[in-house]
């Protein structure tokens, strides 16, 4: 079973002060990329992995779609009913590393930073795949491999004084233990490559990438958005399951 963090009482105090967690989707300053990658969404059946607050499920509601949210954690549904309880939103408790969802569902299969969680993502994509419809989607973000790699990340300075991010163990891939909010927190490390051959030997094919980085805008606006033109730390992804006569 996946680590339940979110159901740790000052892991959910910490996390529900960051400004997605206060503000939805417009306290994150990637979903302008994130959301560039989604298609249509009126009349479609859409399930979103790891949905937590339920911002997106609210979101996706509004823009007419039809939406299953599913989160390990119980607080997290919780506050996803409390803050939508007029909104037709279905929400199932379930460990995404088991989690089976139904055969040809859904159009669109939908995560936000909830996958670099998992211990096998290629398991994860290929019940993905299964849960899509031939030509639905699968749009997602999760820490980016450059990031991801090190268990407790760090800045340096390189000989002119300049800040740079320190990468260490990037082939060596699994499990990290790291601190976020609270000690102990356990994430998976995979390379790049590992990632999108997954998706493409479970049958996907990739339609775009976006290793996200904040827009002169954004660095104007937020200050502290400077590291993320150091290093990426986020990584977005669309692609979808192709339709063939094999499908």
């Not at 979103?48 to 609210?58: I, P």
């Not at 790291?178 to 590992?194: C, E, P, S």
Request: with cysteine.
């Amino acid at each position: 079973m996946a680590q339940n963090i979110y159901d740790d009482a000052a892991f959910f105090e910490g996390y529900s002060q960051f400004p997605r967690s206060r503000e939805g989707l417009a306290g994150a300053p990637e979903w302008p990329a994130l959301r560039s990658l989604l298609p249509p969404l009126k009349g479609r059946r859409v399930l979103d992995l790891g949905c937590g607050f339920g911002a997106f499920c609210r979101w996706a509601a509004d823009e007419g779609a039809d939406v299953v949210g599913v989160d390990l954690s119980e607080r997290m549904l919780v506050a996803a009913r409390e803050r939508g309880p007029h909104y037709a939103i279905r929400y199932e408790q379930a460990d995404l590393d088991h989690y089976e969802p139904a055969e040809r569902a859904y159009d669109l299969v939908y995560s936000s930073l909830a996958l670099h969680y998992l211990a096998d993502f290629d398991a994860l994509c290929r019940r993905v795949h299964r849960a899509l419809t031939p030509g639905g989607a699968f749009v997602f973000s999760m820490e980016h491999p450059i990031y991801a790699a090190r268990a407790t990340p760090e800045w340096m300075r390189d000989e002119a004084g300049r800040r740079v991010f320190a990468l260490s163990d990037y082939a060596r891939e699994g499990e990290r233990v790291t601190n976020w909010v609270v000690d102990g927190v356990v994430k998976y490390h995979r390379k790049l490559a590992t990632c999108l051959n997954a998706l493409i030997a479970s049958g996907f094919t990739i339609d775009a990438l976006d290793e996200w980085t904040p827009d002169a805008e954004q660095l104007s606006a937020h200050a502290g958005l400077k590291d993320e033109i150091i290093r990426p730390m986020l990584l977005l992804v669309a692609a979808h399951r192709t339709p063939s006569a094999a499908n």
